[in-house]
Nanobody
Framework: VQLQASGGGLVQTRDSLTLSCVASGLTFNTYAVGWFRQAPGKEREFVAAINWNGGGIYYGDSVQGRFIISRDNAKNTAFLQMNSLKPEDTALYHC?????????????????WGRGTLVTVSS
């Protein structure tokens, strides 16, 4: 199983950026997908999660109203659209897959974790 996150980069405050997570080796449309981030010296933080069919979507408090999670099961891909970025959004962003979605939301647990993509927001 592989989860490959991409799309990170260096942006400025208030810019937008969209991350992608491409999955392989699993039945993607049976798994919830989540995004997490970890800044240097800080614990891993839940960012967003979406259930297998997109019918359930959850966000962390710090990104609610600015980030949008979505998925395309036909392409085995999940997305994280990040708007109005702030310097405090700077972190390594990981995607993860789990069943059920609440494992991602409440327990920061997942069956599978991908390697991260770095997002840096300059002030």
């Amino acid at each position: 199983v592989q989860l490959q996150a991409s799309g990170g980069g260096l942006v400025q405050t208030r810019d937008s950026l969209t991350l992608s997570c491409v999955a392989s080796g699993l039945t993607f449309n049976t798994y919830a997908v989540g995004w997490f981030r970890q800044a240097p010296g800080k614990e891993r933080e839940f960012v967003a999660a979406i259930n297998w069919n997109g019918g359930g979507i959850y966000y962390g408090d710090s990104v609610q109203g600015r980030f949008i999670i979505s998925r395309d099961n036909a392409k085995n891909t999940a997305f994280l659209q990040m708007n109005s970025l702030k310097p405090e959004d700077t972190a390594l962003y990981h995607c993860a897959a789990a069943v059920p979605v609440m494992r991602l939301v409440r327990a920061n647990e997942a069956e599978y974790w991908g390697r991260g993509t770095l997002v840096t927001v300059s002030s």
